[in-house]
T-cell receptor, first 115, second 114 residues
Framework: GAGVSQSPSNKVTEKGKDVELRCDPI?????LYWYRQSLGQGLEFLIYFQGNSAPDKSGLPSDRFSAERTGGSVSTLTIQRTQQEDSAVYLC?????????????FGPGTRLLVL | AQSVSQHNHHVILSEAASLELGCNYS??????LFWYVQYPGQHLQLLLKYFSGDPLVKGIKGFEAEFIKSKFSFNLRKPSVQWSDTAEYFCAVTANSGNTPLVFGKGTRLSVIA
């Protein structure tokens, strides 16, 4: 069956450019989460969606980061004016509901390198 | 806010050795606990989880974990590891109230040598 997919799988960009990362959750999953995995910081929560709304944006590291979700499905994470410290693997996960006991299913991630 | 500590950064074991990876969390309320695994080149996958009931939880591939509430711990165990268990293991917690994201530990890298 189809799992969570993310694109692109790898992205190299120059400092100061904007990037868009895409996540396709598992069909029927109402909750969608973005995390960032980096060497120094481990796995950090960024933002989550329940349907199209984002009740918790507390993990976004700065106002250069934004995300949206449309149609209760695909989500896009946008990083404006990228910095070298944004280099990381960006992971997307989805779950049937946003209850704390629900299993989150992860995608393969987008590896972002900012030069 | 919740936090998770994984005490071992890198563990090296021989095949057939027993495994125990430590995980402690910090949170005063009721929690849900998870162990995820990331095999080389693959994405994170769930090994097992605890949210209620029997505190000894069995997962895939022969793994188990025990929730000890008094110690705020959820250690992962496997009686006999295989080379294919080489991976990074992440302990994570969510609060049982409301909608909360996973809070992860820093991960433990397990290397199993033949």
């Amino acid at each position: 069956g189809a799992g969570v997919s993310q694109s692109p799988s790898n992205k190299v960009t120059e400092k100061g450019k904007d990037v868009e990362l895409r996540c396709d959750p598992i069909s029927g999953h109402t909750a969608l989460y973005w995390y960032r995995q980096s060497l120094g910081q481990g796995l950090e929560f960024l933002i989550y969606f329940q349907g199209n709304s984002a009740p918790d944006k507390s993990g976004l590291p700065s106002d250069r980061f934004s995300a949206e979700r449309t149609g209760g499905s695909v989500s896009t994470l946008t990083i404006q004016r990228t910095q070298q410290e944004d280099s990381a693997v960006y992971l997307c996960a989805s779950s049937l509901q946003s209850s704390g006991s629900e299993t989150q299913y992860f995608g393969p991630g987008t590896r972002l390198l900012v030069l | 806010a919740q936090s998770v500590s994984q005490h071992n950064h890198h563990v090296i074991l021989s095949e057939a050795a027993s495994l125990e990876l430590g995980c402690n969390y910090s949170y005063g309320g009721t929690v849900n606990l998870f162990w995820y695994v990331q095999y080389p080149g693959q994405h994170l996958q769930l090994l097992l989880k605890y949210f209620s009931g029997d505190p000894l939880v069995k997962g895939i591939k022969g793994f188990e974990a025990e929730f000890i509430k008094s110690k705020f711990s959820f250690n992962l165990r496997k009686p006999s590891v295989q080379w294919s268990d080489t991976a990074e293991y992440f302990c994570a917690v969510t609060a049982n109230s409301g909608n909360t994201p996973l809070v992860f530990g820093k991960g433990t890298r397990l290397s199993v040598i033949a």
